[in-house]
């Protein structure tokens, strides 16, 4: 297949002041930034003139932060290396908060797992019964299935949770009780469900597939 049969994916504007508020990403690369002449203008103080890049390769997409003050974010986590962009993915410019989603064309159905989020109802799915989480445990386990297979931090798990910073003397305890109860309710369905959620101590969490186990 050649670059032109491919179908480009696009960005979304998750708040007012990014402008354009959907662009399709139909170049080989397109600059992210405050200033205007980025393909994607976001004029605040924290984001750097050219804060960060995406380049496509074919069907795929890699964003990279392109040396900016404040840091990338993706999913809510600082970005180190330049990531391969995935359906729905949230996009952070020096904050983690997200002020863009990636949004591909004809994203692939992970396979690999029991676990499935059906986006239209916004339900979690272990095999054919449906999981009847809380809104905490509902945040938490989104951020880790979109991370399927990397670590999640504690303070990453803790702004998807509560959408704020991670106040180790405040939130420590109630993270701790919202990873249990996601276990308990994985276990309700699956006795063995339980061990995709993996601690890594001192770190975070782990969301594995279940070829994994």
């Excluded at 696009?10 to 402008?19: H, Q």
């Excluded at 983690?96 to 992970?110: K, N, Q, S, W, Y």
């Excluded at 905490?136 to 303070?155: A, D, H, K, V």
Aim: glycine share 8%; net charge negative.
């Amino acid at each position: 297949m050649s670059d032109v049969d491919i179908p480009f994916a696009r960005l979304i504007g998750m708040s007012d002041d990014v402008a354009p508020d959907e662009f399709l990403l139909s170049g080989q690369e397109h600059s992210l930034g405050r200033s205007p002449l980025c393909d994607v203008v976001i004029p605040r103080n924290n984001i750097s003139r050219l804060h960060a890049r995406i380049v496509r390769s074919g069907p795929r997409y890699l964003l990279h932060d392109a040396g900016s003050a404040n840091g990338t974010f993706i999913n809510g986590q600082l970005l180190s290396v330049p990531h391969l962009l995935s359906h729905r993915d949230g996009i952070g410019l020096g904050a983690a908060g997200e002020v863009l989603r990636f949004l591909d064309p004809d994203p692939t159905i992970v396979t690999t797992s029991r676990l499935r989020l059906d986006e239209r109802t916004q339900t979690f799915f272990l095999g054919n019964q449906s999981l009847s989480l809380p809104p905490n445990q509902f945040r938490l386990l989104t951020l880790l299935y979109r991370q399927m297979g990397s670590l999640c931090t504690r303070e990453a798990c803790a702004e998807a949770v509560w959408g704020r910073d991670y106040d180790p003397g405040m939130d420590a305890e109630a993270l701790d009780k919202a990873v249990s109860g996601l276990r308990a309710a994985l276990r309700r369905v699956d006795a063995e469900a339980s061990g995709l959620l993996q601690t890594r101590r001192g770190m975070g969490y782990v969301l594995l597939t279940s070829n994994d186990i």
